[in-house]
């Protein structure tokens, strides 16, 4: 039986995976970290003793790939949040709160309410969502839009921060308008915000590996891969650390690693090539009864703290002024003071730094993101890097995944029910 060997079990990856088997493939799956998940890992901190996520990846209601994902591992109840849409916000200088509480359905009548909306904002200011939710392909949001003013500042500079991973006046108009189009866009039903509980492993992870060895699939962590063998247009062999591997002239492969790798396996493949950090911070403090489970803050040096049963963390976005910065966890510990009415000294923390967390979402890097389809006729590609149409978000590494198992599936003469990118 030809078998598709999925390389990298990152997310891209595993989605891959799960796609395959659920399909009926015989599917090996490799990765040179000893830990499935890339980016979207947990583990036990000894510092802290506890088990923390290395970021804080929210995920949204109206997310289908991650609900075709999470249904085919069995774990659709591993996401916790609010009942309805609402984002608290603190502005960290005056000390003034909101919420922002879009309602239910696709028609946005909650701009007309002032309890629902930005403070200081009007109903007429929320026209400028239109020219971003149509497409511009190649234009920075910039270009199609104001960046200043109440809604911007209280509100769409922070989401878009977040989403994009970059300054949101240098990003692409076009991922942004793709997010907002598949959430606020359809109304609060789908814009509901959804983390992974209790960690991202159990809630993306583990429920995969579980589900891949349930349907025999050969999992080999702590492999790497060194080279592809390619020839007539195909590839013929891949060439791992511990030996090389033929493949059968049915074998297909999918390529779910980091960018800059896949350009040193793929010569001449064109890929993002600039890079955003990510700064998140993990205090060991339980939060105050009652503490939302998210909050946005304006004015800080932390952009949202995230609430969980044992600890209190930030995620900071294009953070590069950060990187270098030697009292941040004082400085991010008085936003997160100020954000639950804490006080007292910084308590035990770990500050992760991702230096290349995602490709900057600018329209240039946008350009440079390749498609699924590659030109070698048995491989294809993952990542939250390839030309998804969204931003690098665990959503666009999901619908990565299913779409390059959907190309091998094919080669494989096999058609399933989703569309190859």
Known sequence: MPRVHVVGAGLAGLSAAVTLVEAGARVVLTDSARQAGGRCRSYHDAQLGMVVDNGN??????????????????????????????????????????????NDGPLPWWIMAPHRRVPGTT?????????????????????????????????????????????????????????????????GLASRPRIATPTLDAAFVEPALARLREAGAEIRLGRRLRALGLGEGRVTGLHFADGAVPLGPADTVVLAVPPWAAQEFLPGLTAPDEFRPIVNAHFAIAPP?????????????????????????????????????????????????????LSGPVPPHRIVKERRATFAATPAQAARRPPARTAWANLSLAGDWTDTGLPATIEGALRSGQAAAALALSTNGRVPGIVAA
């Open 123 to 187: 109903a007429r200011d929320y026209l400028a969502l239109a020219a971003l939710l149509r497409r511009h392909p190649g234009r920075r949001i910039d270009e199609v839009m104001a960046c200043r003013g109440p809604l911007w500042d209280r509100l769409l500079r922070p989401l878009l921060v977040s989403v994009l991973n970059t300054a949101p006046e240098e990003g692409s108009a076009d991922l942004a308008g793709a997010v907002l189009r598949e959430s606020l866009a359809k109304g």
């Open 57 to 102: 990846h929210l995920v949204l209601s109206g997310n289908p790939a991650v609900a075709r994902y999470l249904r085919a591992i069995g774990a659709e109840n591993r996401l916790a949040g609010p009942d309805r849409a609402e984002f608290d916000f603190l502005d960290v200088p005056s000390g003034a709160r909101w919420a922002v509480r879009p």
């Open 289 to 341: 009864p009652g503490a939302p489970t998210m909050i946005g803050l304006i004015g800080g040096t932390a952009e949202w703290v995230f609430a969980f049963p044992d600890r209190l963390s930030v995620t900071v976005s294009a953070a590069d002024h950060l990187m270098e910065a030697e009292d941040l966890p004082v400085r991010l510990w008085a936003d997160v003071a100020a954000a639950h009415g």
